[in-house]
């Protein structure tokens, strides 16, 4: 089946800084999706890529979906407190109504006030 | 906002125990699945649902599993007889549709199932 590599599994940062997080796969996906998830809570959607080379921004964060169609990347950029919590790639192929998503293993993000 | 809801939010049941687990979708979607995560790891597929049919299962979702749309508001997830290794966070998602337009899929709480 596909696989997802999502790294780094976890990054302690500062309050304040910028943080980068990529996914990459070894086969095409047509859409990439990044969610956050806080502990014993459903995984919440930041943001939804569809095209290749697409670059979408929700407030602080960015996020792009690699020409290749093999990989993505999210941004946070001047973090705060409350962005704590896993965040997690997933890659969906095709737009039959299945639509299965595949999600990568998640990064641990932790901010240091 | 919508949201997806899900019952109960916590179940404990004895090994070879019937489960159902409920979610309400996001009323005005079509796209229905069922998600689960065990313990610290990554989110899995494990079934797709539209038009009163099953679209697309994962090879976890086996004859033990089941899901049904009794009514039009209601999504359920049956387990026939529970394993301990069914333990998992269960999670119902919902989507509007499949184009862009329409957005991506949206979670709901989970359901934590404890298989004793």
């Known amino acids: 089946g596909q696989q997802l590599n999502q790294s780094p599994q976890s990054m302690f940062i500062q309050e304040g800084e910028d943080v980068s997080m990529n996914c990459t796969s070894s086969?095409?996906?047509?859409?990439w999706l990044w969610y956050k998830q806080d502990p014993g809570e459903g995984p919440v959607l930041l943001i939804a890529?569809?095209?290749?080379?697409e670059l979408t921004s929700n407030g602080r964060l960015t996020a792009q979906f690699g020409i290749t169609r093999k990989d993505s990347f999210l941004n946070i950029s001047a973090s705060i407190p409350s962005d704590v919590g896993i965040y997690f790639c997933?890659?969906?192929?095709?737009?039959?109504?299945?639509?299965?998503?595949?999600f990568g293993e998640g990064t641990q993000l932790t901010v240091n006030p | 906002e919508p949201e997806v809801t899900q019952t109960p939010s916590h179940q404990v049941t004895q090994m070879g125990q019937e489960v159902i687990l409920r979610c309400v979708p996001i009323?005005?979607?079509?796209?229905f699945y069922w998600y689960r995560q065990i313990l610290g790891q990554k989110v899995e597929f494990l079934v797709s649902?539209?038009?009163?049919?099953?679209?697309?299962k994962s090879e976890i979702f086996d004859d033990q599993f089941s899901v049904e749309r009794p009514d039009g508001s209601n999504f359920t997830l049956k387990i026939r007889s529970t394993k301990l290794e069914d333990s998992a966070m269960y999670f119902c998602?919902?989507?509007?549709?499949?184009?862009?337009?329409?957005?991506?899929?949206?979670f709901g709480p989970g359901t934590r199932l404890t298989v004793l």
């Open positions: 998602a919902s989507r509007a549709g499949l184009a862009a337009l329409y957005g991506g899929k949206f």
């Open positions: 086969s095409i996906f047509n859409t």
């Open positions: 890529l569809y095209k290749a080379g």
């Open positions: 997933a890659g969906q192929w095709g737009e039959t109504s299945g639509s299965r998503l595949t």
């Open positions: 009323s005005n979607h079509l796209y």
């Open positions: 649902f539209y038009n009163n049919e099953i679209s697309e």
